[in-house]
Nanobody, 118 residues
Framework: QVQLMESGGGLVQAGGSLRLSCAAS????????MGWYRQAPGKQRELVAA???????RYRDSVKGRFTVSRNNANNTVDLQMTSLKPEDTAVYYC????????????WGQGTQVTVSS
């Protein structure tokens, strides 16, 4: 099985930056795509960004130009650099990984809270 551990969440003011990190462990040989989803109160979970093992990326329209997803295939980590944060970005952010799914939906972290104040 695969385990995912997020870190880096917290409280930041609007316009600020935050960097989330996710480390994968366990059966990491099975991992191809990795990425980030988020879920705000009263809303459905939505894809934020995803990246394939080869570097292909996908972003939600509302974060394009503000967020950057990156990965290190050697140590099986994926990061999300968030800049120009808005209150609308407030949510629980979940790390995800996939075997053959795109975007990744096979493995999930426990989530980390990101709160952006006005």
């Amino acid at each position: 099985q695969v385990q995912l551990m997020e870190s880096g969440g917290g409280l930041v003011q609007a316009g600020g930056s935050l960097r989330l990190s996710c480390a994968a462990s366990g059966s990491i040989f099975s991992i191809n795509a990795m990425g980030w989803y988020r879920q705000a109160p009263g809303k459905q979970r939505e894809l934020v960004a995803a990246i394939s093992k080869g570097g292909r990326t996908r972003y939600r329209d509302s974060v394009k130009g503000r967020f950057t997803v990156s990965r290190n295939n050697a140590n099986n980590t994926v990061d999300l650099q968030m800049t120009s944060l808005k209150p609308e970005d407030t949510a629980v952010y979940y790390c995800a990984a996939g075997r053959n799914s795109w975007p990744p939906i096979d493995y999930w972290g426990q989530g980390t809270q990101v709160t952006v104040s006005s």
